[in-house]
C-alpha cells in the first residue's frame, strides 16, 4: 500500500480549534506546531503529528483560515525537513522530507528524501511526491515513491 494512500491532502476541517481539541483529547500523544501567524488577514500554518512513534512522525501541514483548515502538505516518515517559509510568508516551491539513517548489516548507513512540490493551482504540494531518493553515504539514487520507505 503506498504511503501516501491516506493522505488527507486538499481536504479541509471546518471549527478546526475545537476538532483539534477533540483529537488531542483522544489522542495525547497528538503535537501541534503553528508555522507562522499573518493575523492581519487571518491566515496561519499548523503542523500536526503524531509524536508517538519515537522515529519518522507522520506530519500534516494545513493552512488555517479563520476557523477552516486545509490540509496542504502530507509527509509520512518524516523525521526531519526544509520547510521554510519566505519573509513575507510565501510557501517554498519544494520541501525535501528525510528519514532517520539506518543502519546496515554490511556497515554504513541509508534514508530516504523525498521532494514534494509546491502546485500554485491548487494550492497545495499534491497528493503525491515530486521525486524520491535512497541516500547511502553520499550517494543519491533516484527510487519509485512507492517503494522508498522499503
Request: positive net charge; proline residues 7%; hydrophobic residues 35%.
Amino acid at each position: 500500500m503506498s504511503p501516501w494512500a491516506d493522505t488527507p491532502v486538499g481536504t479541509c476541517i471546518r471549527h478546526f480549534a475545537r476538532a483539534t481539541r477533540a483529537r488531542q483529547a483522544e489522542n495525547p500523544d497528538l503535537r501541534l506546531a503553528k508555522e507562522i501567524s499573518w493575523s492581519s488577514v487571518g491566515k496561519s500554518y499548523v503542523w500536526i503529528w503524531d509524536d508517538a512513534p519515537s522515529r519518522n512522525p507522520t506530519r500534516t501541514l494545513y493552512k488555517v483560515v479563520r476557523d477552516t483548515a486545509c490540509a496542504i502538505l502530507f509527509m509520512p516518515f518524516d523525521d526531519g525537513h526544509d520547510f521554510k517559509l519566505g519573509p513575507r510568508g510565501q510557501l517554498p516551491q519544494f520541501v525535501r522530507s528525510t528519514t532517520s539513517p539506518m543502519a546496515l548489516s554490511a556497515g554504513g548507513s541509508i534514508s530516504s528524501a523525498v521532494v514534494y512540490r509546491f502546485d500554485k493551482k491548487t494550492g497545495t504540494y499534491g497528493q503525491y511526491p515530486y521525486a524520491c531518493e535512497r541516500l547511502s553515504g553520499e550517494k543519491a539514487t533516484q527510487v519509485d515513491c512507492e517503494t522508498v520507505f522499503d
